[in-house]
């Protein structure tokens, strides 16, 4: 397989991408990794995975587990994730929205980004009923397998569509997910039609989810907000009767504003 165009580019450093696939390893295996676990993962060699970690460690990018033999993402990282968050005005400015939404519905809501094939929560407001893992930012979901991705994708063009389709590999987090690509077209041009996509039990078993596309000052959708309720509390066409107008009103509200992006 060839490397992608970018890493390829003389302007790309091999050696900092090694030491940022480092602290990527741990996206799949939470928890402490030994570097022997660390160099099959990243498919590195172990002395120079010993040289990077040591680095991480001194700039307090990784942390030593408590056998202080295993590594584990260092608290620096918080530190990241702060400057991102306070740097999107989007975020800003959509935070009291979705706290109001939350309060207004009951249900959880959450802001996801758009990141082509991917869309990532940013903010997420949860109820009580909640899992500990959808309460936390930076969760990625496959943009054409989420209600949200597919609220992206009905404000693009079929070319672009097809295009996201085509380069998509990921696997479905449920056996309810819809799959094939012709079914998820037509559920995007029913988005078009109805202003917001609905998903069943595509993320988890049992939820439903709802979402509506933001876009920025020149129409491109960048993020969508998603309500996600229940399906032991209520059908599908009764949450999208009394949350869909709801939804619609938050993102309009939030679209074509200047400086989104």
């Known amino acids: 397989m060839?490397?992608?165009?970018?890493?390829?580019?003389?302007?790309?450093?091999?050696?900092?991408?090694?030491?940022?696939?480092?602290?990527?390893?741990?996206?799949?295996?939470p928890g402490p990794l030994t570097l022997n676990e660390l160099a099959s993962i990243c498919d590195m060699d172990r002395s120079a995975v010993q040289r990077m970690a040591h680095t991480l460690v001194a700039l307090g990018y990784l942390e030593r587990g408590a056998n202080g033999k295993a590594f584990l993402p260092g608290k620096k990282i918080l530190e990241r994730t702060f400057d991102?968050?306070?740097?999107v005005p989007l975020?800003?400015?959509a935070t009291p929205l979705i706290v109001d939404l939350q309060k207004e519905s009951g249900?959880?809501?959450?802001?996801?980004?758009?990141?082509?094939?991917?869309?990532?929560?940013?903010?997420?407001?949860?109820?009580?009923?909640?899992?500990?893992?959808?309460?936390?930012?930076?969760?990625?979901?496959?943009?054409?397998?989420?209600?949200?991705?597919?609220?992206?994708?009905?404000?693009m063009s079929d070319e672009q569509v097809d295009d996201i389709l085509a380069r998509s590999t990921s696997q479905p987090l449920t056996r309810k997910a819809v799959t094939?690509?012709?079914?998820?077209?037509?559920?995007?041009?029913?988005c078009r039609t109805d202003g917001y996509a609905v998903a069943a039990e595509e993320s988890m078993l049992g939820e439903i989810?709802?979402?509506?596309?933001?876009?920025?000052?020149?129409?491109?959708?960048?993020?969508?907000i998603d309500i996600s309720g229940s399906l032991a509390d209520w059908s599908i066409d009764?949450?999208?009767?009394?949350?869909?107008?709801?939804?619609?009103?938050?993102?309009?509200?939030?679209?074509?504003k200047?400086?989104?992006?």
């Not at 094939?180 to 037509?186: E, K, P, V």
């Not at 509506?212 to 959708?221: N, Q, V």
């Open 2 to 29: 060839s490397e992608r165009p970018e890493r390829t580019n003389t302007l790309f450093v091999q050696s900092l991408a090694k030491g940022l696939g480092l602290l990527e390893a741990f996206a799949d295996r």
């Open 84 to 87: 991102y968050l306070r740097s």
């Open 91 to 93: 975020l800003e400015r």
């Open 107 to 155: 249900e959880r809501v959450e802001l996801s980004l758009f990141d082509d094939l991917t869309i990532i929560f940013a903010l997420r407001r949860q109820t009580k009923r909640q899992t500990y893992t959808t309460t936390l930012i930076g969760r990625r979901l496959a943009t054409i397998h989420t209600a949200s991705g597919r609220a992206v994708m009905s404000h």
């Open 180 to 190: 094939d690509h012709d079914q998820i077209r037509a559920l995007v041009r029913q």
């Open 209 to 224: 989810n709802l979402a509506s596309a933001i876009l920025d000052h020149e129409g491109r959708p960048i993020a969508a």
């Open 238 to 256: 009764d949450f999208a009767r009394r949350f869909a107008p709801l939804l619609m009103s938050g993102t309009k509200a939030l679209s074509g």
């Open 258 to 261: 200047p400086g989104l992006s």
